[in-house]
């Protein structure tokens, strides 16, 4: 047995294409197209039907896959097990988080926590990695979220509002031209299909359903960047948006609650220490940024009740 084949085969079943699994695996595609033909060839069974779409798993390579994922959650609970002994104030610190979140707010400070704790290494992924932290290949994910994952264990660190922002010189030529900014400007779609970006286009629609979207994306980064260079109108993250000197909340647009925002851990990683010491770190600086994380709290709670 070649521990090495199911770890090809789980990235193919995971991404359901070549490429993909060599872009997670950051192998070459012939690298994996070649595996795969020896693993079944060594099984006797096809494992992928191959598609227009994709890869197609097979009955039996379903079979597969089920079997992997509980060897694979019996490895890491070994390793969870002794993670959670580990009591030094060392070692490395795998974090999830959005990438707007994490240049905006953990970057920044994250000097102050080198200088308190000089052998953590942090290892900072954006939340597009899809790394799942109940199979231990994240530390700490920090997630907008209404609905955490039952088995993590962790803390809400705060409520977020959702605001229509522009860039403040869009905004300037719209008032000079005396239009009426909500209906008259274009506006940005932002297509994720996380809680964030569901609540986004919700919130959008429900204001200006008729809104020309001048431009979409997937990525929140690019969301906000489009915003700050005036391609449009867009519903963004107070917490990112509201200190920005290039952007102006719009007052006649309610501020409204989105997904909130959770830290959350696998609970054998409790008691381990360097966690422990960077929760501590990330609640604090939030509890700093408290009053950017909810703006005109009378007329969001009144959203609340319209939130999807």
Same mark, same amino acid.
């Given at each position: 047995?070649?521990?090495?084949?199911?770890?090809?085969?789980?990235?193919?079943?995971?991404?359901?294409?070549?490429?993909?699994?060599?872009?997670?695996l950051e192998v070459n595609p012939s690298t994996v197209s070649r /595996? #795969?033909?020896?693993?079944? @060839?060594? &099984?006797?069974? +096809?494992?992928? $039907?191959?598609? *227009?779409?994709? =890869?197609?798993?097979?009955p039996e390579g379903a079979e597969v896959i089920s079997r992997v994922?509980?060897?694979?959650?019996?490895?890491?609970?070994?390793?969870? /097990? #002794?993670?959670?002994?580990? @009591?030094? &104030?060392?070692? +490395?610190?795998? $974090?999830?988080? *959005?990438?707007? =979140?994490?240049?905006?707010?953990?970057?920044?400070?994250?000097?102050?926590?080198?200088?308190?704790?000089?052998?953590?290494?942090?290892?900072?992924?954006?939340?597009?990695?899809?790394?799942?932290?109940?199979?231990?290949?994240?530390?700490?994910?920090?997630?907008?979220?209404?609905?955490?994952?039952?088995?993590?264990?962790?803390?809400?660190?705060?409520?977020?509002?959702?605001?229509?922002?522009?860039?403040?010189?869009?905004?300037?030529?719209?008032?000079?031209?005396?239009?009426?900014?909500?209906?008259?400007?274009?506006?940005?779609?932002?297509?994720?299909?996380?809680?964030?970006?569901?609540?986004?286009?919700?919130?959008?629609?429900?204001?200006?359903?008729?809104?020309?979207?001048?431009?979409?994306?997937?990525?929140?980064?690019?969301?906000?960047?489009?915003?700050?260079?005036?391609?449009?109108?867009?519903?963004?993250?107070?917490?990112?948006?509201?200190?920005?000197?290039?952007?102006?909340?719009?007052?006649?647009?309610?501020?409204?609650?989105?997904?909130?925002?959770?830290?959350?851990?696998?609970?054998?990683?409790?008691?381990?220490?360097?966690?422990?010491?960077?929760?501590?770190?990330?609640?604090?600086?939030?509890?700093?940024?408290?009053?950017?994380l909810i703006v005109d709290g009378a007329a969001v709670a009144a959203?609340?009740?319209?939130?999807?």
């Open positions: 047995m070649d521990w090495d084949d199911y770890k090809f085969f789980s990235a193919l079943a995971t991404t359901k294409s070549v490429r993909g699994a060599s872009s997670l /595996r #795969l033909e020896l693993f079944e @060839q060594r &099984l006797g069974v +096809p494992l992928f $039907v191959r598609s *227009p779409k994709g =890869l197609l798993i097979t994922n509980r060897v694979a959650e019996e490895i890491g609970n070994i390793e969870g /097990r #002794l993670k959670g002994r580990d @009591q030094k &104030l060392s070692g +490395p610190i795998q $974090v999830v988080i *959005p990438e707007v =979140l994490g240049m905006d707010i953990i970057l920044p400070e994250l000097e102050r926590f080198r200088a308190l704790y000089k052998d953590v290494q942090l290892h900072i992924h954006p939340t597009h990695a899809k790394l799942d932290v109940t199979r231990r290949e994240a530390d700490v994910a920090i997630v907008a979220t209404a609905n955490p994952v039952e088995t993590l264990v962790g803390r809400k660190l705060s409520d977020l509002t959702l605001a229509a922002y522009g860039a403040v010189s869009l905004l300037e030529q719209a008032e000079q031209a005396e239009s009426r900014v909500v209906e008259a400007l274009p506006w940005l779609e932002y297509l994720s299909h996380s809680e964030m970006g569901q609540a986004c286009r919700s919130f959008r629609r429900s204001e200006v359903p008729d809104a020309q979207i001048a431009m979409s994306t997937h990525s929140l980064l690019l969301h906000a960047e489009a915003a700050r260079k005036g391609l449009g109108l867009a519903f963004l993250p107070t917490v990112i948006a509201e200190s920005d000197p290039k952007l102006r909340r719009i007052e006649s647009v309610r501020a409204r609650y989105g997904p909130p925002l959770w830290m959350l851990i696998h609970p054998d990683l409790r008691s381990t220490n360097r966690v422990s010491v960077f929760i501590d770190f990330v609640r604090k600086v939030f509890s700093r940024k408290g009053p950017e959203g609340r009740q319209e939130s999807p």
